[in-house]
């Protein structure tokens, strides 16, 4: 159970420890001299790490740098964070080598790798994912999403936008609160409770979705037009900023002059495909 691990920065180190500690035999590369792992094999340069392992993760900050150091891998298991198509021109060049390629992204923090709580969903080579299940399964959650390698990197985007969206809403939320001197951690217990109760509604909206019909949804657009102004008016009489809501209203507004008012928040999606959100910018 060889494996080479190249860039010893918060993921790698984190990673190479966890492989270490699960019995690997695990050759380590960083571009800086001074950080290690113990009980790693400290190779000194990438050439000479990738030889010594059948299978190599490239835990460094960007896919370029992931290429510049890795063309000599005869598998690579890339988990540096990239646009679908960085992965896909890192797939590319990887394929020109002869070398077998799994896009990874990672949806952990260092302190939550080989715990699972973290998740790290793949694409690219099934085979690479397969022959290394075990090892993958033992840094996270695994999650394959197919042959085409942009895939993870599509779905890292897709949580990443729903991630921000929720902090963002609870940034405002905390500003909101300050006025009524309420302190953030107060607010935490609550705020998760609800936020479990919003996500149970996620499912029902995909439905709606999937099946292209918005009519008689719980919860229709000119309803949550009406929400969002109480709730940017409750935000600009309490001297707090409201420009992460008022974007949403205007594409609810948007969706509710094209005609469609009453069907359901979900339908909102038309406007997103066609990009006809765009609109709401420039005008
Ligand atoms: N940290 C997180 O919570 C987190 C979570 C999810 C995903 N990620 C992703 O994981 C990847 C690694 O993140 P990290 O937090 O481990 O970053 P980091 O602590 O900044 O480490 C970056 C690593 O990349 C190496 N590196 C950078 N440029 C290089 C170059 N030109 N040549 C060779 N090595 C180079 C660094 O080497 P030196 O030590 O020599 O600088 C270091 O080993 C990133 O793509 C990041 O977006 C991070």
Not at 172 to 196: D, G, I, K, M
Request: without cysteine; hydrophobic residues 45%; aromatic residues 6%.
């Amino acid at each position: 159970m060889k494996v080479t691990v190249l860039g010893l920065g918060q993921m790698g180190a984190a990673i190479a420890v966890a492989l270490v500690k699960a019995g690997y035999q695990t050759t380590v590369w960083n571009r800086s001299p001074g950080k290690t792992v113990e009980g790693a094999d400290h190779a000194k340069t990438a050439a000479e790490a990738i030889a010594k392992s059948p299978v190599v993760i490239a835990a460094v900050s960007d896919h370029q740098t992931a290429r510049d150091i890795s063309g000599s891998a005869k598998v690579l298991i890339n988990l540096a964070t990239g646009t679908p198509e960085q992965a896909k021109e890192t797939a590319d060049w990887a394929a020109e080598r002869g070398i077998d390629y799994l896009d990874g992204a990672m949806l952990a923090v260092p302190s939550n790798i080989a715990t699972p709580e973290a998740h790290f969903l793949y694409s690219g080579s099934k085979a690479v994912f397969e022959d290394n299940r075990e090892m993958l399964d033992l840094l996270a959650t695994s999650v394959y999403l197919g042959e085409d390698p942009a895939v993870a990197a599509l779905w890292d985007s897709a949580l990443l936008s729903v991630g921000y969206a929720t902090f963002f809403g609870f940034f405002h939320a905390l500003a909101l609160l300050e006025t009524a001197n309420t302190r953030p951690s107060e607010f935490v217990p609550v705020a998760r409770q609800s936020l479990q109760g919003l996500f149970g509604f996620l499912g029902e909206l995909a439905g709606e979705i999937e099946k292209g019909d918005y009519r008689g949804g719980a919860s229709p657009v000119d309803m949550n037009r009406a929400v969002l102004g109480s709730l940017v008016g409750t935000s600009l009489s309490r001297g707090v900023n409201a420009e992460t809501l008022t974007p949403i209203r205007a594409l609810l507004d948007r969706r509710s002059a094209d005609g469609h008012g009453s069907d359901s928040l979900s339908s909102v999606i038309e406007v997103l495909r066609t990009g006809a959100g765009r609109r709401v910018q420039e005008g």
